[in-house]
C-alpha cells in the first residue's frame, strides 16, 4: 500500500508544531527495504524544529522476523536514554490518528553514520583514534539499562543463535562448505555463560551516528535489540562486512579490540575476554553469510523484486573469505 | 562461442550504458542502477574467470576427500563430512582448499572487498 508520507507529515507538523505549524522540508533519506527514514521539519508555536521520521513501509519479511516493533523501540531508546546512553530523544510515537502506520519521531541529530565516511573521511582523523574506546563506554549504558517492562524481548546466547541460523540456512538448500565448517567450528566453542543484559543487537559502523568532533553521538536503528551476551554487541562492530575496507582495524573499520574492551571496563561494564569478543564476531560473519542467502531467496521466491537482492546474495562469498581467515586464526 | 562480440563484453557495454545514465536518476534508482552495474560486472568476471576457478575448487575439493566427481557431487559429499563432524579444521588441506575456493570466488563477487586479515600496504 502506496501511502502520502508527505501529507501525513504535514498533518503532524499541525500535531506537534499546534495550529498553524507549516512543514518547512520533507525528505526520504533512505530506503531499506522494509524501513524508511524521512527528515522534515516544522515552524511550530516554540520556534523551528528538526526531526527525523521512522516508519515501516512493508509488513515484516522473512529476514526481520527477529525485529521489534517500532513502538518497542522508542521506549528501548527513552529506557536507555534515561540511563545515560547515547541515543536520539524520541519527540513523538505515531498512532491512527497520524496515518502514517508503525512509525515514530524523533529529535534529528547531527553527524554522519555512513560507515565508509567514518573510515575515510579526512574530517574524521583526529576523532577517530578515540572511537573504539567510545563505542566501548556507550554499549556500557545500553547493557546496563534494565529492560523496560513488558516489551517481550526475545533471550538469545550463542547456541540459540547457531540453532537459530543453522535452521535457517539449512531451509535454504544451499550447500556452502565454508559455511557447514563455520557451523561446526563454534558449536565446539561457545563461551560459557553469562548473565545476560539488554542487547543494542546491530551495534556496528553504519548504524551509530559519529560527529566529527565529539565522536559518538547517538547509536539508531534498534530493530534487532534483545536479551542476551554483552560480548554479541562487541562482536558484531567488528565483523569484517562492517570494516569499509579497512580490516587492519578490527572495531568498525576505525579501531582497535584493545581500545573497545579497555573503553567497555573503564565505564563499569563487565569486563569481557577477547576470545568470547571473536566467538561473536565470527558468528557474525556467519550470521551475515546468512541472512544474505536469506535475501537471495526473498528474491528468487518473489517476495521483493529488487536488483539489489540477487546480488546482496553475491555477498556470501565476502563473509566466507572472512571466514578461512578466522577459522585458520582460531578465536 | 562466438567472439563478434564474446559474452562478457556484452555484459560490459551494458554496464557502461548504466553508469553512463545514473546521474539522470533520482537517488534510489540510481542506487539500484548502481547495483545493476556491478552485477554485469560480476557476470563478465563469472564468464571469465569462473571456469578455472571451478576446476581449481574441484581439484582442491577431490584431492580433500580422496573421490573424484563434479563440482556439484563434491560440493554436497564436502558439505556432508564437515556437518558429519568428520571433516575438520584439523583436517589436513581441508582449510587450504577451502581458502583457494573463497578467494577464487571473491574474485569474481566482488573484487575490491579485503578480507579479513588484508594487510594494509600504503
Request: include cysteine.
Amino acid at each position: 500500500m502506496e501511502l502520502d508520507v508527505r501529507a501525513g507529515l504535514e498533518k503532524l507538523a499541525g500535531r506537534l508544531g499546534g495550529e498553524g505549524a507549516k512543514l518547512t522540508e520533507a525528505g526520504r533519506l533512505s530506503g531499506g527495504a522494509s524501513m524508511e527514514t524521512w527528515a522534515f521539519g516544522f515552524e511550530g508555536k516554540d520556534g523551528p524544529e528538526r526531526l527525523i521520521l521512522r516508519r515501516r513501509s512493508a509488513p515484516f519479511d522473512e529476514e526481520t522476523a527477529r525485529s521489534v516493533s517500532l513502538a518497542t523501540e522508542a521506549k528501548l531508546i527513552q529506557a536507555t536514554g534515561a540511563n545515560g546512553a547515547r541515543v536520539p530523544k524520541v519527540r513523538h510515537v505515531c498512532d491512527d490518528a497520524d496515518g502514517l502506520g508503525e512509525a515514530y519521531v524523533m529529535v534529528r541529530v547531527d553527524g554522519e553514520t555512513l560507515g565508509k565516511k567514518i573510515v575515510q573521511d579526512p574530517r574524521f582523523d583526529a576523532v577517530r583514534p578515540s572511537l573504539a574506546r567510545q563505542c566501548g563506554e556507550s554499549l556500557v549504558a545500553i547493557h546496563k539499562t534494565p529492560p523496560p517492562a513488558g516489551l517481550n524481548l526475545k533471550t538469545v546466547d550463542g547456541v540459540a543463535e547457531l540453532d537459530r541460523y543453522e535452521e535457517v540456512y539449512r531451509a535454504t538448500g544451499a550447500e556452502r562448505p565454508i559455511l557447514e565448517l563455520a557451523f561446526q567450528y563454534l558449536r565446539k566453542h561457545v563461551p560459557t555463560s553469562v548473565e545476560p543484559t539488554l542487547l543494542h543487537g546491530d551495534f556496528r559502523n553504519g548504524n551509530i551516528m559519529f560527529d566529527p568532533e565529539v565522536g559518538v553521538a547517538a547509536v539508531l536503528d534498534w530493530e534487532l535489540a534483545h536479551i542476551g551476551d554483552p560480548a554479541e554487541d562487541m562482536g558484531w562492530i567488528c565483523t569484517n562486512s562492517w570494516r569499509f575496507g579497512r580490516p587492519d582495524r578490527p572495531v568498525g573499520g576505525f579501531g582497535e579490540y584493545a581500545d573497545l574492551l579497555a573503553g567497555y571496563a573503564s565505564a563499569g561494564g563487565r569486563p569481557i575476554e577477547l576470545s568470547r569478543v571473536r566467538f561473536w564476531q565470527m558468528l557474525g560473519s556467519l550470521r551475515w553469510g546468512v541472512m544474505c542467502l536469506t535475501m537471495y531467496l526473498s528474491w528468487r521466491d518473489g517476495v521483493t523484486k529488487s536488483v539489489e537482492r540477487p546480488m546482496i546474495g553475491r555477498r556470501v562469498s565476502e563473509t566466507e573469505a572472512d571466514l578461512v581467515v578466522l577459522l585458520e586464526e582460531g578465536l | 562461442m562466438i567472439t563478434h562480440p564474446r559474452t562478457e563484453e556484452l555484459a560490459e557495454s551494458v554496464r557502461l550504458w548504466i553508469d553512463e545514465i545514473r546521474p539522470t536518476l533520482d537517488p534510489r534508482n540510481a542506487f539500484l542502477a548502481r547495483v545493476a552495474a556491478n552485477a554485469m560486472a560480476t557476470i563478465a568476471r563469472e564468464i571469465t574467470q569462473g571456469p578455472a576457478a571451478e576446476a581449481a575448487a574441484i581439484a582442491g575439493m577431490a584431492g580433500v576427500l580422496g573421490q573424484e566427481g563434479t563440482y556439484a557431487e563434491l560440493n554436497s559429499a564436502l558439505c556432508a563430512r564437515i556437518r558429519s563432524g568428520e571433516l575438520t579444521v584439523e583436517t589436513p588441506g581441508l582449510l587450504a582448499a577451502l581458502t583457494t575456493m573463497a578467494r577464487d570466488q571473491i574474485a569474481i563477487d566482488q573484487p575490491s572487498y579485503k578480507p579479513e586479515g588484508t594487510v594494509r600496504s600504503e
